[in-house]
């Protein structure tokens, strides 16, 4: 096992919120701004400012840019921004892509330009997040103690988990905490239903960053296994999610696992350099393997 160094010990601890819609926001200040919610959003490749934020704080107007969303790609205006800062951030030099709040559903987003190179530590318990220098290591550190950990890729900048299953079909995860809710691809949902010739569906509509609309299958997925995890009775929508077209993963089954999962867990450590996920059980649930974590409906 390989310890921690000090450098984890000098790491600043902020409280994060719940919002109205189950994700995390965190308090950020925008050029030395007072402090506004943003969502933490590890399925976001670049942070995000809402436009009547950008508007107050008179920022100056950067170029349009091409933002791809969960409905598809739209050109979208930007901003550009000196500093975004919380109590562990701190980005220098930010061209931000704009959107209208009340798509948003807070005062911008903290993408994963924010992120990338060290170790998110969601705490759901005491409803923190640490972010850690992070370093190359083989064994686990102190942090992942008790912990299952999950081997990852990258991906533009996302984290990837390829080590789970439905069904005995092979699926990769996109950890995805700006999401409300998980969301399966096209691909996934196709190959269930040759396996179950009764697979039941409810239709839905959600609504994108930037106010359209996407078309959804909305169903209960029995059993998702992630390296040992298993996690049951998931609510599941699959939708033509223009994110896993981003990806390359259209044509594969994928899932974005959103914050309705991750708060399962008492802890989630994203480890961004090494790729690697950890997992925490809610107390009193054994780490014996193939470990079960039952969603409470």
């Given at each position: 096992m390989?310890?921690d160094?000090?450098?984890?010990v000098?790491?600043i601890?902020?409280?994060?919120?719940?919002d109205?819609?189950?994700r995390?926001?965190v308090?950020?200040r925008?050029?030395?701004?007072?402090?506004?919610?943003f969502?933490?959003?590890t399925?976001a490749e670049?942070?995000?400012?809402?436009n009547d934020?950008?508007?107050?704080?008179?920022?100056?107007?950067?170029?349009?840019l091409?933002?791809?969303t969960?409905?598809?790609?739209?050109?979208?205006?930007?901003f550009?921004?000196?500093s975004?800062s919380t109590?562990s951030?701190n980005?220098q030099g930010v061209e931000a892509?704009g959107?209208?709040r009340?798509?948003l559903?807070?005062?911008g987003l903290?993408?994963?330009d924010?992120?990338?190179?060290?170790?998110?530590?969601?705490d759901?318990?005491q409803?923190?997040?640490?972010?850690?220098p992070?370093?190359?290591t083989?064994?686990k550190t102190?942090?992942?103690n008790?912990?299952?950990?999950v081997?990852a890729?990258?991906?533009?900048g996302?984290?990837?988990?390829s080590?789970?299953?439905?069904?005995?079909?092979?699926v990769d995860i996109?950890l995805d905490t700006?999401a409300?809710s998980s969301?399966?691809?096209?691909a996934?949902?196709?190959?269930?239903?040759?396996r179950?010739?009764?697979f039941?569906?409810i239709p839905?509509?959600?609504?994108s960053?930037?106010?359209t609309i996407?078309?959804?299958?909305?169903?209960q997925?029995?059993?998702?296994?992630?390296?040992?995890?298993?996690?049951?009775d998931m609510?599941?929508?699959?939708a033509?999610?223009?994110?896993?077209?981003?990806?390359?993963?259209?044509?594969r089954?994928?899932?974005?696992?959103?914050?309705?999962?991750l708060?399962?867990?008492?802890?989630v450590?994203?480890?961004f350099s090494n790729?690697?996920?950890g997992?925490?059980?809610?107390k009193g649930?054994?780490?014996?393997p193939r470990?079960r974590?039952?969603?409470?409906?």
């Amino acid at each position: 096992m390989t310890p921690d160094t000090a450098s984890d010990v000098a790491a600043i601890t902020e409280e994060f919120g719940i919002d109205r819609s189950n994700r995390m926001t965190v308090q950020v200040r925008v050029n030395g701004s007072d402090a506004v919610p943003f969502i933490v959003d590890t399925g976001a490749e670049r942070t995000v400012i809402a436009n009547d934020l950008a508007r107050k704080l008179a920022l100056e107007a950067g170029p349009t840019l091409t933002l791809a969303t969960i409905s598809g790609r739209y050109q979208v205006n930007s901003f550009f921004i000196d500093s975004i800062s919380t109590a562990s951030v701190n980005l220098q030099g930010v061209e931000a892509p704009g959107l209208e709040r009340a798509n948003l559903g807070a005062y911008g987003l903290l993408g994963i330009d924010s992120l990338e190179d060290n170790r998110v530590h969601l705490d759901f318990v005491q409803q923190t997040m640490d972010v850690l220098p992070s370093r190359k290591t083989r064994g686990k550190t102190k942090l992942e103690n008790g912990m299952i950990v999950v081997q990852a890729r990258r991906k533009a900048g996302r984290m990837i988990l390829s080590s789970a299953r439905i069904d005995g079909i092979k699926v990769d995860i996109i950890l995805d905490t700006g999401a409300q809710s998980s969301m399966a691809n096209v691909a996934l949902r196709d190959k269930l239903r040759r396996r179950h010739r009764v697979f039941d569906f409810i239709p839905v509509k959600m609504r994108s960053v930037t106010g359209t609309i996407l078309n959804g299958d909305y169903t209960q997925i029995r059993e998702i296994e992630v390296g040992g995890l298993i996690i049951k009775d998931m609510p599941m929508t699959f939708a033509d999610n223009y994110a896993f077209t981003a990806l390359n993963l259209q044509d594969r089954p994928a899932i974005l696992l959103g914050m309705d999962a991750l708060k399962l867990f008492d802890r989630v450590l994203i480890d961004f350099s090494n790729r690697r996920v950890g997992f925490d059980p809610p107390k009193g649930v054994s780490l014996e393997p193939r470990t079960r974590v039952a969603l409470a409906l």
